[in-house]
């Protein structure tokens, strides 16, 4: 391979997107962008104080001023591109392996950028269930975010993440000759 290293001789490899990956990209960006067009469409028509925090049973327990709903397209577009930008650099990232070797650098660096991925589409989607069912509730047509909202999102991070763990595990304890 005789690739790049940086300072802790990690390999630095440019990796190629999967048509998976450019899909989750694109899907991402789409999502982030209909979060930006759902807030701006509603804005105007929002009541000055509005429901800003839900508990765990989701029920609306905090309300502030409508400039509020501004705050989670900020977060969800600062955190999308700032991953974005992260995924950039694979080397950096942590490993549940000792070394990093060219051998084994490109499938662990193919896994934690897809990881990386697939969480980015998952915090836009989190976000944006939070927008609709917040202008739902501001609207009447629903009441708090719903007891379903809780174990779904801590579902669509956490088996992901358990997804990789194991599969990173087990691609470190095979060993290249």
């Not at 509005?50 to 977060?75: E, Q, R, S």
Request: proline share 5%; no cysteine; net charge positive.
């Amino acid at each position: 391979m005789n690739s790049k290293k940086d300072k802790n001789g990690r390999p630095i490899l440019r990796l190629k997107l999967s048509g998976l990956d450019v899909a989750m990209e694109l899907f991402g960006w789409l999502i982030l962008i209909g979060l930006w067009v759902l807030v701006f469409i509603n804005f105007q028509d929002l009541p000055e104080t509005i429901p800003i925090h839900f508990n765990a049973a989701g029920k609306a327990d905090g309300f502030g001023n409508k400039w509020n709903m501004l705050t989670l397209p900020i977060v969800a577009s600062v955190l999308y591109i700032g991953m974005t930008i992260l995924n950039k650099y694979p080397h950096v990232f942590n490993y549940p392996t000792e070394v990093l070797t060219e051998e084994n650098a490109l499938k662990n660096y193919t896994m934690a950028t897809r990881l990386l991925r697939v969480l980015k589409l998952v915090l836009v989607i989190i976000f944006s269930l939070i927008v609709f069912r917040t202008i739902q509730n501001i609207n009447g047509t629903a009441e708090g975010l719903g007891v379903w909202f809780l174990p779904l999102t801590l579902g669509m991070i956490f088996i992901p993440m358990t997804y990789y763990i194991i599969k990173s595990i087990k691609l470190g304890k095979t060993k290249t000759k």
